[in-house]
């Protein structure tokens, strides 16, 4: 496994797992697919206060525990949802200062952790009083019940604002060979964090079944006919689409968090993870020059 630094020393490895769609209901299948990333070396395991309403944390937090005296373990997560974990509703986007300090005691007790590795604003609106936030986030590091702070984004304004006037450590942002909005983000001193590389599927074996059922009206920058068109491209090329999503991230210089709803997905993208590394330097950036460089179009100023 390779691993990638933080501008505060923290090593993320470049395969980590998103835990959104865990199956908490399966505690079993659960623990298996925590156990198997661990062994395979994924140190980093990114959740959210709002996943599931707490439960996301609550599951995560107490299974990884027991597995620290063997593994170096590090979890990220999420605030900015204010939400009510009885009725299980959002009640709305909430950035200020005293709720991030309120919310950081709650997920702290629900992953069962003194400190948090990697704390991350969960969106952000220009409009919300970012100096607040920032502040909010500098005074938790500075207690040490943070470790390190960044923002899930894919909003160009909120970015750049943040890059100049925090330290943030990482962005988390939406990112693939088919999604390359993301690209526009990259920074030296930041480390990306790029979620949705497999396309919640669609750059899989699944590919067909998965674009009738989760891609029918398209998705950013792509009708539903241009997805196919593109699938077909991608799949002429000598390699896997999970190998080609893969190494497109690699090549990247990206943190891939692999989200998973099994233990068997994460055995096969693990097993495609590691022949990605059978696609050069060059034969990547032939299959990228075959796919245009995509921006969004709002939220730019
Ligand atoms: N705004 C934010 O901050 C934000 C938003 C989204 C995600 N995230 C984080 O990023 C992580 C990854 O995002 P994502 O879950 O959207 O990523 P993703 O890779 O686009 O989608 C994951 C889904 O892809 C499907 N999949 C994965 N491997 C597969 C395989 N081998 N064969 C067939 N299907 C497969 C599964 O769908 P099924 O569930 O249908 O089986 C899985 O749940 C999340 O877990 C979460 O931690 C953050």
């Not at 990638?4 to 299948?29: A, V, W």
């Not at 692999?258 to 495609?272: C, D, P, T, Y």
Request: glycine share 6%; with cysteine; charged share 25%.
């Amino acid at each position: 496994m390779k691993y990638i630094i933080t501008k505060d020393n923290q090593s993320i490895s470049r395969f980590s797992l998103g835990c959104m769609n865990l199956p908490l209901g399966n505690i079993k299948e659960t623990n298996d697919i925590l156990r198997l990333a661990l062994e395979f070396g994924v140190n980093y395991f990114d959740t959210a206060d709002l996943y599931q309403y707490g439960k996301n944390e609550a599951t995560v937090g107490p299974l990884l525990h027991d597995y620290k005296k063997h593994f170096d373990i590090k979890i990220g997560t999420k605030v900015g949802n204010e939400f009510d974990s009885a009725l299980r509703e959002k009640i709305r986007w909430n950035p200020s200062g005293d709720y991030i300090k309120q919310a950081v005691i709650d997920s702290k007790l629900r992953l069962g952790n003194p400190f948090i590795d990697l704390y991350q604003l969960h969106g952000g609106t220009i409009e919300d009083n970012m100096d607040e936030t920032i502040a909010a986030f500098e005074e938790l590091k500075r207690k040490k019940l943070i470790k390190s702070y960044g923002i899930s984004s894919i909003r160009k304004n909120v970015i750049d604002y943040y890059k100049s006037n925090s330290n943030i450590a990482t962005l988390m942002t939406d990112m693939s060979i088919l999604k390359t909005q993301g690209e526009e983000f990259l920074d030296d001193e930041i480390v990306t964090l790029a979620r949705g590389g497999l396309m919640q599927g669609l750059l899989t074996k699944n590919h067909e079944e998965v674009l009738v059922k989760k891609f029918k009206k398209g998705t950013n920058g792509y009708t539903y006919d241009k997805l196919k068109q593109m699938l077909m491209m991608l799949t002429d090329y000598n390699h896997s689409l999970e190998a080609i999503a893969f190494r497109y991230l690699d090549y990247m210089n990206v943190v891939t968090l692999n989200g998973v709803s099994s233990a068997k997905q994460l055995e096969q993208n693990i097993m495609h993870y590691l022949d990605s590394a059978s696609i050069s330097d060059d034969e990547i950036k032939e299959i990228r020059s075959n796919i245009k460089t995509l921006y969004y179009e709002e939220h730019r100023v």
